[in-house]
């Protein structure tokens, strides 16, 4: 069966860097892309950016191109996501969600709210 | 990037009774290989997004099958047969023919 497990929520200030983990299980980790989501408060779903496990290879969209950094760690089967320089509009919950298809997301983490205040 | 429209945003159902979300991608989401990546997922208040359809009409396992998914092109729907009170929640269809992939607005399902 297939799981996500996101680390605990975080308070940071305006400009500092925060990363929110995801452990996987349940499936071979190299097999599935892993892409991370974000929801602000009341707000829709983003999608921030994406990473094949098996090369390391991610892609970020556009908006947020220099702030996010996507990485895995096969021995612990652990996706990482950080974004830097932290503002108050980055206040959300930060989700994985698993790829199985395009657009297929099939297995999601249960979300991490990274609070943004000074 | 590709935009998607989602209506209504919001949806008062009576229990019991079909509802149906629509959404509009800004071009076709026709894939090379002839399929539509079009998926939709259900968000009950305070839980993760769950997915609901995916490749235009597919159900996952574990949804039942008053849900279904429909559409071409560029219109999809997504509807219920029979609204009950565990439908509540937020609605959303994205793309995945082009990265970045994107979601609609969203629509919110209650109860009348």
């Known amino acids: 069966q297939v799981h996500l497990e996101q680390s605990g929520a975080e308070v940071k200030k305006p400009g500092a860097s925060v990363k929110v983990s995801c452990k996987a299980s349940?499936?071979?980790?190299?097999?599935?892309?892993m892409h991370w989501v974000r929801q602000a408060p009341g707000e829709g779903l983003e999608l921030m950016g994406i990473?094949?496990?098996?090369?390391?290879?991610?892609s970020s969209a556009q908006k947020f191109e220099g702030r996010l950094t996507m990485t895995r760690d096969t021995s612990t089967s652990t996706f990482y996501m950080e974004l830097s320089s932290l503002k108050s509009e980055d206040t959300a919950v930060y989700y994985c969600?698993?790829?199985?298809?395009?657009?297929?997301?099939?297995?999601w983490g249960q979300g991490t709210l990274v609070t943004v205040s000074s | 990037d590709v935009v998607m429209t989602q209506s209504p945003l919001s949806l008062p159902v009576t229990l019991g009774q079909p509802a149906s979300i629509s959404c509009r991608s800004s071009?076709?989401?026709?894939?090379?290989?002839?399929?539509?990546?079009l998926s939709w997922f259900q968000q009950r208040p305070g839980q993760s997004p769950r997915r609901l359809i995916y490749?235009?009409?597919d159900r996952d396992s574990g949804v039942p099958d008053r849900f279904s998914g429909s559409g071409s092109g560029t219109d999809f729907t997504l509807r219920i047969t029979r609204v009950e009170a565990d439908d509540v929640g937020l609605y959303y269809c994205?793309?995945?023919?082009?990265?970045?992939?994107?979601f609609g607005q969203g629509t919110k399902l209650e109860i009348k």
């Open positions: 349940g499936y071979t980790f190299t097999s599935h892309y």
């Open positions: 994205m793309q995945g023919k082009t990265w970045p992939y994107t």
């Open positions: 071009q076709s989401l026709v894939y090379s290989d002839g399929n539509i990546y």
């Open positions: 969600a698993r790829e199985t298809l395009r657009g297929d997301f099939d297995d």
């Open positions: 490749k235009l009409s």
């Open positions: 990473i094949n496990p098996s090369s390391g290879i991610t």
